[in-house]
């Protein structure tokens, strides 16, 4: 088991490393900073974006691979490099994924929790209304991408307000932008202001858990160890719940990763849609500006985190799973 | 729904969609890139079936066109992501060693590397229109797929016929297109159908952040992004336009689900 978990960790890292790698060249070579600066009124002498861009080691003059090194010298130092306005980016980084991981993570929580249990309970009431229900509910819900999902969600809420005759749902920016009423109104304001963002995100996910689980669940419905718990007297249910679920979860996590990776697809379209300053945004412009440091920090750190979550699936499925732990991979 | 109905119906929605997307703007009274200077952001009315967007294009018109974008760039991403895959699955499968290695090796970078983040790294320089962003697409659809066919192909050249037919001396191409394709014909059937909606989705998402489709020309994401600002006064460019994605998405589903499940009897549930 410890020597397998070594193995996947450095097996991880040298992929996070490249990944990071070829995020930079890739940046490097397609994005155009010398194009940003020229554009800019009135424009700057030819001599002074030359300066401006050795500084910031964005020179298209320069070859790829002397900025590559440069910049991969800077990495292995801790230094990302800077913004196109000389801010250090890991500073605006660091700012940015609070920013959305403030966004994404109660509704990713919320939604996978959701999406386990129903599914679950889908597969235990098979061929009912509650599973026809559910089933239908969540392939519908998979249909409707997330920006359509988010827009939706904020005409009902609108509806909803004018219904009620007071603006009761907010949900452009995290918090007030006017002056502070006391700690506790502007704690309740943010999460308010959360409601809209966090169903939209928890209702995508919940759909593609519901689905997954659904299925795992039909498999093990009729496993020997659910019978056997039921033949030593457990209630169908209870044997479900403590003996089958359990099983069912181990491939679910294997989808973690794959979860994962929506959540962070999902944070740009849900930061567009409700205003909020995080880092899908900063994508968004990092790459109109042509600002290659930015972009290369950000691919670096999406590659880390499908990584970090395909390494905590492995966990998990260790911790459920018998088998994994003796050694052998199901 | 039985795997047949789902098939049927999924079929029938999506021909339907087809014969809106590409014979509505036929009968319709306005061009999709007319501007009516005479009416900005208008309700339906008799010349602008479902109104008018803030800048005077016929709403009905102008979706329309945007859906035929998004479904040429999708079906064609889907089947160049699914063409991929099998080439570089059965070349990894069949020929194993050196090959196999640095290909899966690819595959599993790639799959590291988040694919949006880098499509929307290289749209700025994708210029071309269609082909080329779904070629683009199709680069970052194919890994998954070359991976389940890789693992066909290694359980197909072991089976008996695919054995005979080697040891009576049938060369590697022919043994490939005779024996180990028929094989793999309904994996990649069910992927390509599948694959249509994740294009479908993936474009319009591309385009509603500004880097798929360009200005003029338009898809679903950009008209969805353009009538976002207004849709709860002015529903209907947003409405239309997210209506027909979700009707796409749900069409393609449903048929290849149908697909997956009439090919594979255990998978129906």
Same mark, same amino acid.
């Given at each position: ?330 | ?120 790294? #290289? ?82 998402? #591309? ?55 009439? #090919? ?6």
């Amino acid at each position: 088991m410890a020597t397998f978990m070594v193995r996947r960790l450095a097996n991880h890292a040298a992929l996070a490393v490249l990944a990071a790698s070829l995020g930079y060249l890739l940046a490097a070579a397609a994005l155009d900073p010398r194009a940003g600066l020229e554009d800019r009124a009135p424009r700057p002498p030819e001599s002074v974006i030359d300066a401006r861009l050795g500084a910031l080691n964005l020179d298209d003059r320069t070859p790829l691979a002397e900025r590559y090194l440069t910049w991969a010298g800077g990495v292995a130092h801790g230094d990302l490099g800077r913004t196109f306005d000389g801010e250090p980016v890991d500073a605006e980084l660091w700012r940015r994924l609070g920013v959305s991981l403030r966004l994404v993570v109660p509704g990713a929580v919320l939604g996978g929790v959701m999406g386990v249990a129903l599914g679950a309970h889908a597969a235990i009431r098979h061929g009912r209304a509650a599973d026809r229900l559910i089933s239908g509910g969540s392939y519908l819900l998979l249909a409707v991408p997330v920006f359509v999902l988010a827009v939706l969600l904020q005409i009902v809420a609108g509806e909803a307000n004018d219904a009620l005759g007071m603006r009761v749902f907010v949900w452009v920016g995290e918090s007030a932008p006017e002056a502070s009423r006391g700690a506790l109104w502007d704690l309740a304001d943010r999460g308010r202001r959360l409601l809209l963002p966090t169903a939209t995100i928890a209702l995508g996910q919940l759909a593609f858990h519901a689905r997954y689980q659904r299925g795992l669940m039909l498999d093990v419905l009729h496993a020997d160890h659910v019978l056997a718990a039921r033949a030593r007297g457990l209630r169908r249910r209870d044997a479900l719940l403590r003996h089958g679920l359990r099983i069912a979860l181990v491939p679910m996590t294997a989808y973690l990763a794959y979860a994962t990776g929506l959540v962070l697809l999902g944070g740009v379209f849900t930061e567009t849609a409700f205003g909020r300053h995080g880092l899908g945004e900063w994508l968004v412009d990092s790459i109109s500006r042509g600002d290659v440091n930015a972009v290369a920090a950000i691919e670096g750190l999406a590659a880390c985190a499908v990584l970090l979550a395909a390494l905590a699936s492995d966990v998990l499925a260790a911790a459920l799973d018998p088998r994994v732990r003796a050694g052998g991979m199901p | 729904m039985r795997a047949g109905l789902r098939m049927v119906t999924g079929a029938i929605l999506l021909v339907l969609l087809f014969l809106l997307a590409f014979g509505g703007p036929l009968v319709s009274s306005r061009g999709w890139d007319e501007t009516d200077f005479a009416a900005f952001r208008q309700g339906p009315s008799s010349g602008h079936w479902l109104g008018t967007t803030q800048s005077g294009r016929d709403v009905f018109a102008f979706t329309l066109r945007g859906a035929q974008n998004s479904l040429l760039v999708g079906l064609t991403a889907a089947l160049l992501s699914t063409g991929l895959a099998a080439a570089v699955g059965t070349a990894a499968g069949f020929l194993r060693g050196r090959v196999d290695q640095v290909l899966m090796w690819g595959a599993d970078l790639l799959l590291v590397l988040p694919s949006f983040l880098i499509v929307t790294v #290289l749209a700025p320089r994708v210029t071309g229109g269609w082909p080329v962003l779904a070629a683009a697409l199709a680069a970052f659809m194919w890994m998954v797929t070359a991976r389940a066919v890789r693992a066909a192909t290694l359980r197909l050249r072991e089976r008996e016929h695919v054995l005979a037919a080697r040891f009576l001396g049938v060369g590697a191409p022919r043994l490939v297109a005779r024996h180990v394709a028929p094989g793999l014909a309904s994996l990649l059937a069910v992927d390509a159908s599948l694959n249509v909606s994740v294009a479908i989705v993936a474009e319009s998402g #591309l385009s509603y952040l500004g880097f798929g489709v360009r200005p003029p020309d338009v898809s679903l994401g950009t008209v969805i992004a353009d009538g976002q600002g207004g849709a709860t006064a002015h529903p209907w460019a947003f409405g239309f336009a997210a209506g027909l994605l979700v009707l796409i998405v749900v069409a393609v589903n449903l048929l290849g689900d149908g697909v997956r499940d009439a #090919l594979d009897p255990e998978a129906g549930r």
